[in-house]
């Protein structure tokens, strides 16, 4: 009997840190599963360590779904005891199948993500997020890291950053990053504390006025590494605030507390899980809206106090 399942997830970091604890439940309904994951390039390096993932298939997406052919070539001669496709493809009822789990927009009912998945799955319970850290990340993450810990001005707690979102309207402006950073430098709750950027090749930008005022407290780890490495040096600090995006999603499944920036996004569904997670939004009405530059940086300085308070006093 076909122990074989096929996971397709999605191309976006968030949403693969979303669906992540399918992988677990997977483990559940196909005791002794040999698991093929689909995703797309930037969150791949999530499954090269997870529970009995035997491959990972990249997609990267193609003019007229070229992509979906290219999976078909390496998955369609498998006969797999269990498809899921977050993804909502054909692909997943061309395939030999014993059963098949497959998305599609009725699961929309106005819970939040991470439970819409889980009911999708008929999990038991919520399947909460979980990132697989492996040597490999944490080597990285150290190769940055401990060289700033180790000079001036001495180690201290770190507070990672992430000032991006690759989303129209989802970025705080940058130049108010540098006025976080510079209002929590002369805050007596942070003396000493670094404050470290975290990102991708392209996000230097947003990231620069954090780190032109903390000067040497400050760690440069924006395009330092793969997601798997970034999520390493997340996990090294105390404490994270970020926009909604992938590394917020991130530092949650990571258990940190976290702090998430909101702007006209759905933070009710797109929230950050887990008991030590906390938002701003520029308009805390669920179902209203506001632009993320009503979002003051008294708030995020007044919110960012209030998760040291809560998890890090």
Known sequence: MSKKVLFVTSNRIGDCVISSGVIREIARQVPGAENTVACGRPPAPFCRSAPAVERVIVLDKKKAAGHWLDLWKQVGGTHWALVIDIRDSALAWLLRADRRIVYSRKWE????????????????????PEIFLDDQARADAAAVIDPKLAGRPGPGPILALAPIAHQPGKSWPADRWGELVARLMEEPRFAGWRFMAVGGPGDHPPAAPALEVAGNRGIDFVGKGDILASAAAI????????NDSGLMHVSAALGKPTLGLFGPTEWWLYGPRGPRTAIAASNPVRGEFAPIEDLTVDRVFEAVLALYDAHAS
């Open 235 to 242: 996990d090294r600090a105390t404490l994270f605030v970020g």
């Open 109 to 128: 009912t106005g819970l939040p993500k991470v439970e819409m998945v889980s009911r999708l799955m008929g999990a038991a319970q919520s399947l909460e």
